[in-house]
């Protein structure tokens, strides 16, 4: 099983970026999915998560700007991002449960993002 995050990149404050994490390799089942993001020297931290149900649930400091959604046809999970700010620069990784054998934790690779004053 291999995560795939993309979208990131350069982008000025009160701009957007959508990420996505994509999915691939052989399971059943994708379970709870959430974006985090890390600044160096800092611990990662949650930004926002979605279930199998498509409840979701943000981080206070992106509540009303960013938005997570999944496409579970096409094994996909998307982190909608508006209003950025540049305390939202960071590395952004996803990360999933996935059913194989037996329920696994899962982490993309990460994805940079960059909002420019």
């Known amino acids: 099983v291999q995560l795939q995050a993309s979208g990131g990149g350069l982008v000025q404050a009160g701009g957007s970026l959508t990420l996505s994490c994509a999915a691939s390799?052989?399971?059943?089942?994708?379970?709870?999915v959430a974006w985090y993001r890390q600044v160096p020297g800092k611990q990662r931290e949650l930004v926002a998560r979605v279930t199998t149900g498509r409840s979701t649930g943000n981080a206070d400091s992106v509540k009303g700007r960013f938005a997570i959604s999944r496409d579970n046809a096409r094994n996909t999970v998307f982190l909608q991002m508006n209003s950025l700010k540049p305390e939202d620069t960071a590395v952004y990784y996803c990360?999933?449960?996935?059913?194989?054998?037996?329920?696994?934790?899962?982490w993309g690779p990460g994805t940079l993002v960059t909002v420019s004053s």
């Open positions: 390799g052989s399971f059943f089942s994708i379970g709870a």
């Open positions: 990360n999933a449960a996935v059913l194989t054998a037996r329920w696994n934790d899962y």
